[in-house]
């Protein structure tokens, strides 16, 4: 068949279809009498999805089911949404209605602020893509006669961080093992913040690359510096609960958990305590044949292995800048005791364990979505008869998060 045989057969349908028409030729239709043509939304899958499962949910509670006021009641009730712990007319469990009570106890008694500084953001989850860079130092005198300098290089860490309410877990791994199989680096973090206090709880190992600077105090007064030194191996772990004295009025998870606005400035002192775990060790024969020749007659680099036992006092503030920035500032100086555990040094090191950690926050809260920039140190100073030697990690983070 032709295309005319198409042509003829379009045109027959046009003419059975103006035969059906009711309206002369000569008939003038008003436009407001003409149907309005209906606007058909496409949805995406998404959005399809979201559709099915509310029309689903809507369903399910408006099925029919047995009332009857049982101990089976709340069960029935709870699959078709009508539950309501704080109503007091179902009938619950005992161990139900205990946790509930525990819940709502602990609700008002560490979560509970002064509404004209502090306001909840009214979403429980929170997920946040984050940038972890960070390095560890040492400096000091670890042999007699002789100072070293040792940075490690920026490790750079990306990751994710989920959160519910107060509870928050996350875990970063360093950007160089993905791309470059370098050395191994992560740390894992884990917090728990309320309005009364906050815990937290750390692992880190780094046996990266650093640079070693090594000089002699003595003698010919040798200087060297050792780049991509691999004979430093650290390893740290510990947690740390600590109390806000001015709990009502200053939220420390503000700055840096996200889970409230801060709405006027203000601060809080703090006390709390803190348990650690530190490893540390120099190899010497990674050293260059030069150094080693450099260094005094049968020495033996020491290991530092220790736990800490320390009492936190500091103060944090909170500054609001404008309706959507917030500035946090809080250090927190920490003393208690060390207790050694290489044996190198066990009977003439210090068992005065003094430390400070400092924190510095920066958020820009956009309605559910927010930007964060914190920055993080924390100094060990270790001392024996002979040397002293002190460590810190620097930290820098930036992230971006969503709530809901």
Known sequence: ???????????????LAAAGQTVSADTVV??????????????????Q?????????????????????DKGYWWRALKHGKIDLDGGTIDYPAFIDFCWKVYKWGDRTFNSYDTTYVVGTGKNWKLMLKSMNWADTYSGEPVPNSHIFDRSNLTSNIGLQLSFMAVSVGYTMGVSDWIHGGNYSKKLDFSFTCARFSADAYYMENT??????YRQSSGEKYKGTIRDFGGLKRKAYGMSAYYFLNNRRYAQAAAYCFS????????????????????MSFDASEFPQIV?????????????????YCLM??????????KKWLLNLTVTPYTGYRQMLATQHEQRASRWSINLRARMGAVYNLNRFFLGIQSYTDIHHYTTDNFFFTGSILDFTVLAGIRF
């Open 1 to 15: 068949m032709g295309k005319g045989f198409y042509i003829v057969l379009l045109l027959m349908v046009s003419l």
């Open 30 to 47: 008003p436009m407001d009498t003409v149907a309005p043509v209906d606007t058909v939304v496409r949805l995406n899958k998404v959005q």
């Open 49 to 69: 999805f979201k559709q099915r499962v509310h029309q689903r949910i809507e369903e399910k509670k408006n099925e029919p089911y047995d009332t009857i006021r």
């Open 208 to 213: 990266g690359k650093t640079v070693f600077t």
């Open 260 to 279: 409230k606005y801060q709405k006027r400035s203000s601060g809080s002192f703090i006390v709390g305590f803190c348990l650690q775990h530190r490893d």
């Open 292 to 308: 080693r020749d450099n260094l005094p007659e049968n020495v033996e680099m020491p290991h530092f292995l220790y736990n800490d």
């Open 313 to 322: 006092f500091g103060y944090g503030h909170n500054w609001v800048l404008g």
